[in-house]
């Protein structure tokens, strides 16, 4: 069964830091690799998605990379803002499985003026 | 209008009541899914469906069924709810490989069962 990671779990920073969001997954046979945002209460907005074949997507501030062979993603998001407060869900598709995502838990993040 | 549209938004029901969590979608795609988010739990998958005439249960399905009505429509039902079935529902959509396969959600549904 996949499981996925993400550390940290809570991320409290000023305005202008440049941040790492990790996550890691068990099993490296993915066909791809999605980050969303999601806004208290509200639903999820996909912010990347990274086929396994990529090794980084960018967005904007946003940049994803992906690492298939050590189980591992990060989305680095440059010079933060409060607007970027958020919890960050990182989400696998096996494949294997068509269609189907394992999602980690989030890391809620707070940026503060 | 919403890609992936979600009703009611809100709902409390009582112990034992059946309810129907209902989904449409305009994005033309083929597979649809019903997730449900608890807290510290993450999202986890209830069902889906990859077109009208397949359905698969996902890793928590008792306690749930499902209709795919048509190709743009996918309901979840609780036939006889329970507390902790207390959750945020998601409904979403994905198209099949080849296109980026890349999902769409709708805004959830927060269901309290009393």
């Known amino acids: 069964k996949q499981e996925v990671t993400q550390i940290p779990a809570a991320l409290s920073v000023p305005e202008g830091e440049n941040l790492v969001l990790n996550c890691s997954f068990t099993?490296?046979?993915?066909?791809?690799l999605q980050w969303f945002r999601q806004d208290p209460g509200k639903g999820l907005t996909s912010l990347l998605l990274i086929q396994s074949s990529q090794r980084e997507q960018t967005s904007g501030r946003l940049n994803a990379s992906l690492d298939k062979s050590s189980g591992r993603s990060t989305l680095y998001i440059a010079a933060s803002q409060p607007g970027d407060s958020a919890t960050y869900l990182c989400?696998?598709?096996?494949?294997?499985?068509?269609?189907?995502?394992?999602f980690g838990r989030g890391t809620q993040l707070t940026v503060w003026p | 209008d919403a890609d992936v549209t979600q009703t009611p938004r809100n709902r409390i029901t009582k112990t034992g009541k059946r309810i129907m969590l209902e989904c449409s979608q305009t994005?033309?795609?083929?597979?649809m899914y019903w997730y449900r988010q608890d807290p510290g739990l993450g999202l986890r998958l209830i069902y889906y469906s990859f077109d009208v005439k397949d359905i698969n249960k996902g890793e928590i399905s008792d306690g749930y069924s499902v209709s795919r009505q048509a190709q743009a429509k996918f309901s979840l039902s609780l036939e006889s709810a329970i507390p902790n079935q207390t959750a945020l529902y998601f409904c979403?959509?994905?198209?099949?490989?080849?296109?980026?396969?890349?999902?769409?959600f709708g805004s959830g549904t927060r269901l309290t069962v009393v």
């Open positions: 099993d490296s046979a993915i066909y791809n």
């Open positions: 994005k033309g795609h083929d597979r």
């Open positions: 979403a959509t994905s198209d099949s490989m080849g296109t980026g396969y890349g999902y769409t």
């Open positions: 989400a696998v598709n096996r494949g294997s499985t068509l269609g189907r995502l394992y």
